[in-house]
C-alpha cells in the first residue's frame, strides 16, 4: 500500500472521485469529490487503472457537505445504502445528469438536440419502499435491522435511517425488539417496506412456521405501530396478509390524472413517489398524446403510466412480461374506472415476454402513433432491435408504421445509451431531448427520460 496525492478531475457512477496520472492512468478514489487535492491509499493496481481509499483532504471542495446520517461513511460498518452523502443534494443531480450525457454519447454516440431541467425533489424521507435485511447477532446478543455495511454481507448496525420516511425511520429500534422477543428471531432474515399513501406494510420473510405466541407479538406490533403485516413463508407468491389485519389496501395517487394505483407490497412500484409524479407528468407532456392516436406503453407494470395516458389518448395498449403484473393492471384500470374520476380511452393489456420481442411480434402488436417505454435495468434492446430491423426491411412491415415519437423512461444510463445508438444511429431517429432523474438522493442510482422523434 502507498501514500498518493492526487488532483480529482470528476465523479464516476460509483460516487468515486476520478484522478490521472502523469502517464494518464486512471486512479478512482472513494470519498474524495471533483476539484479537490487529496492524499490517498492506494490498495488495487492494474495495467490501466487503480483503486484507493480517502486518507486527507488537503484541498476540500465547496460542494464538500456534512453527511445527514450518522451511520454513512467509509469506516468499517458503515453503511452501504448510500454513497453520496457527503456531496451537496445539487450538485449530486449535475454528476447524474453528467452520467447520462457520457453514457449517451460515449456508448452509443448520441447528444441531445435539447437537454431537460433534471427532476429532483426531497432528499430525505424519500424512500417508500426497502428491504430490510435481519440478523441475529450472537455475539452481540442483539438483532440488527437494516441495510448491508459497505462492501459487505453483515447487516449495519443501524439506529436511525433519515432516507426512510420519518415514522418507518422510528420503527427501527422497535423492529429489533420485537424480533428479539420472538421465538422464530433466526429464521426472519428480511422484512421489506412498502409505503402508500395512508398505509405502511412491512412484510415479513420467515424460514419456519410462526408460533401463536410470535404472531400475537407482531398482531400488538401492528395496532400499536399503524402498520400491516404480511407473512411470507417461501417465494414471492406465498405472501399473504396476516389474519386480523387492516384490509386498507395499499395505493398511491396520480392527482393530475385523477388516477390511484392500489398495489400489493411486493408488486414493482418506484421508491420515490414524490419524483414518480412528477416523472409521469413530465413524461406524459413530452409524449403529447392526442384523442385520435393510439399508444402503447411498453413494459407497463401496474399501469403507472398506462392509465394516466389513457386519460388523453384515443386507444391504449398496456404489455409487460409479468401476468400476474397484467392481471393487476387490468384490475386497477376497472377500480378507476369505477370511481369515476377520470374518463379512459380504450385500453387493453397484454403479457409477453419483451425480452424475446421479434420484428414479426412487433408487427402483429399493430401501428401505434407513439410509445413509452420503461423497461428495467436490462432496458429495451430486443424491442429496439426489432424496431430497427423493420426500418432496415420495409418488406416486413405489411402496411406497418413506426411510432412518431418514443419517450423512453430509463433506470440504467448505458443501456439506455446502447438503445439510443440504436435508435438514432439505425432506426432513424433524432433524439430530441433527454435528462435526469434523481429517484434515488445520495445513491449513486441514475435514472433519466429522453424523448426521440422521427424526422417527417
Known amino acids: 500500500m502507498t501514500d498518493n496525492v492526487l488532483q480529482i478531475e470528476s465523479m464516476d457512477l460509483e460516487a468515486q472521485g476520478v484522478a490521472h496520472r502523469e502517464d494518464g492512468k486512471v486512479v478512482f478514489v472513494e470519498g474524495a469529490l471533483p476539484f479537490e487535492a487529496v492524499r490517498a491509499n492506494i490498495h488495487r493496481k492494474k495495467n490501466n487503472w487503480e483503486q484507493g481509499s480517502l486518507l486527507e483532504v488537503m484541498h476540500e471542495s465547496s460542494q464538500r457537505v456534512r453527511p445527514g446520517c450518522p451511520h454513512f461513511g467509509l469506516h468499517a460498518g458503515a453503511c452501504g445504502g448510500c454513497k453520496m452523502q457527503h456531496l451537496d443534494a445539487n450538485a449530486q443531480v449535475a454528476v447524474k445528469q453528467r452520467a447520462m450525457e457520457d453514457n449517451l454519447w460515449h456508448l452509443g454516440k448520441v447528444k441531445p438536440d435539447s437537454i431537460l431541467r433534471p427532476i429532483y425533489g426531497p432528499a430525505w424521507g424519500y424512500r417508500y419502499r426497502a428491504r430490510l435485511s435481519v440478523r441475529d447477532v450472537l455475539k452481540k446478543g442483539t438483532v440488527l435491522v437494516g441495510f448491508h455495511e459497505r462492501k459487505s454481507r453483515y447487516v449495519a448496525d ?50 419456519e412456521p410462526l408460533s401463536i405466541g410470535d404472531i400475537e407479538l407482531l398482531k400488538l406490533f401492528a395496532t400499536k405501530h399503524h402498520v400491516q403485516w404480511w407473512l411470507q413463508p417461501k417465494g414471492p407468491d ?41 416523472l409521469v407528468t413530465r413524461a406524459l407532456r413530452l409524449l403529447d398524446a392526442q384523442f385520435h392516436e393510439r399508444v402503447i406503453d411498453w413494459f407497463c407494470g401496474l399501469g403507472n403510466f398506462t392509465l394516466p395516458i389513457a386519460t388523453m389518448a384515443g386507444q391504449v395498449l398496456g404489455i409487460e412480461g409479468s ?86 423512461v430509463s433506470c440504467n444510463p448505458a443501456t439506455l445509451a446502447r438503445d439510443a445508438g440504436l435508435l438514432v444511429n439505425v432506426a432513424g431517429y433524432v433524439c430530441s431531448s433527454a435528462g435526469a432523474v434523481n429517484m434515488f438522493p445520495h445513491t449513486a442510482h441514475v435514472e433519466s427520460m429522453a424523448v426521440f422523434d422521427l424526422p417527417a
Open 238 to 278: 406465498t405472501v399473504a396478509l396476516l389474519e386480523g389485519q387492516s384490509q386498507e389496501q395499499l395505493a398511491y395517487a396520480l392527482p393530475e390524472f385523477g388516477v390511484t394505483m392500489p398495489f400489493k407490497p411486493t408488486d414493482f412500484t418506484q421508491v420515490n413517489p414524490h419524483i414518480n409524479r412528477v
Open 323 to 408: 401476468e400476474a403484473l397484467v392481471t393487476r393492471a387490468r384490475d386497477n384500470l376497472v377500480w378507476n374506472q369505477s370511481q369515476r374520476k377520470a374518463t379512459f380511452a380504450p385500453t387493453q393489456f397484454a403479457a409477453r415476454n419483451l425480452f424475446d420481442m421479434t420484428p414479426e411480434l412487433l408487427v402483429a402488436d399493430g401501428s401505434a402513433d407513439k410509445w413509452l417505454v420503461d423497461p428495467p435495468r436490462e432496458g429495451a434492446f430486443a424491442l429496439v432491435q426489432a424496431l430497427a430491423a423493420l426500418h432496415q426491411q420495409p418488406e416486413l412491415k405489411q402496411g406497418w408504421k413506426p411510432p412518431k415519437r418514443i419517450v423512453y
Open 158 to 207: 443501524m439506529q436511525t435511517c433519515p432516507v426512510l420516511p420519518p415514522h418507518v425511520n422510528a420503527l427501527l429500534l422497535p423492529l429489533r425488539t420485537l424480533i428479539e422477543s420472538l421465538q422464530a428471531r433466526a429464521t426472519c432474515p428480511q422484512i421489506e417496506l412498502a409505503c402508500g399513501d395512508h398505509v405502511t406494510s412491512l412484510v415479513l420473510r420467515h424460514l
